[in-house]
């Protein structure tokens, strides 16, 4: 079960309701700064993933203005982009961030395990050294983070791995497909390697896909990629009936 996070800093004070605290040093004298540029639309994005803006919750465009310390313009301009990259929706009370469904993270999967298939079969066929030696090194690591306690740790790790098939089937749509899916993803934070034996049984799936990749095996390739997403999908919605999620 993942532990739900608490906001720190600036999100921690907002969340709390109290005003933000202005943490930036000083500069040595003599010396002048940039300006630093808030960016609201990646500072609600990072507090919408992290859960300072709980799912269902509303966002107030002019509280989120003080939050982020630039005016109401940029905010709208910013839930316009939240709005279009699926992580918030429209409602009679305005924007509010989207719930999480049993249904959505299905249809997500369902997809994932489609795209996942068909990165792993182009990586077989279209992989250079370099990437090889990319999937080598994400797999050692990530067998490094399995004896360790940290689930965040490994699901980097996990993650780096998935990356590097992507990157090795040289495909741009596909990788700007699954880049776009996984921020669906980050919306549910719990991680399916907590399951009892996940940890394991991955790094094996993991070691037989890079095999497949390595040897040109497209349809192998293909298929050990569909048959690990369909088991992250199960144990997914077994979290679901769990309420971790
Ligand atoms: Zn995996």
Not at 155 to 182: G, I, M, T, Y
Not at 231 to 242: G, H, S, W, Y
Request: one cysteine or more.
């Amino acid at each position: 079960m993942a532990a739900k996070r608490t906001p720190s800093g600036k999100a921690a004070a907002v969340a709390q309701g109290k005003p933000a605290p202005k943490a930036r040093p000083a500069a040595p004298p003599g010396v002048r700064r940039p300006a630093l540029r808030a960016n609201p639309y990646e500072m609600l994005k990072a507090g919408i993933l992290d859960g300072t803006f709980e799912p269902g919750s509303p966002l107030v465009e002019v509280q989120l203005a003080e939050w982020c310390g630039v005016s109401r313009t940029p905010v709208r301009e910013a839930l316009t982009r939240l709005e279009q990259d699926g992580l918030i929706q429209r409602s009679d009370r305005g924007y509010v961030v989207k719930a999480r469904s049993p249904e959505e993270i299905f249809d997500i999967y369902e997809v994932r395990v489609v795209l996942e298939a068909l990165a792993s079969r182009t990586a077989a066929e279209r992989h250079t050294r370099v990437d090889l030696l990319r999937l080598e090194h994400a797999l050692n690591a990530w067998e490094k983070a399995t004896g360790r306690s940290d689930p965040s740790e490994q699901q980097k790790r996990n993650q780096e791995f998935h990356r590097a098939v992507w990157a090795a089937s040289h495909s741009e749509p596909l990788v700007d497909l699954l880049e776009r899916l996984s921020l669906h993803l980050s919306r549910y934070p719990a991680t399916t390697l907590t399951a009892p034996g996940r940890r394991e049984s991955s790094l094996e799936e993991h070691r037989q896909m890079l095999d497949a990749i390595r040897g040109r095996d497209a349809d192998g390739a293909a298929e050990l990629a569909t048959s690990h997403f369909t088991a992250a999908l199960d144990i997914r919605l077994a979290m679901f009936e769990q309420d971790v999620f």
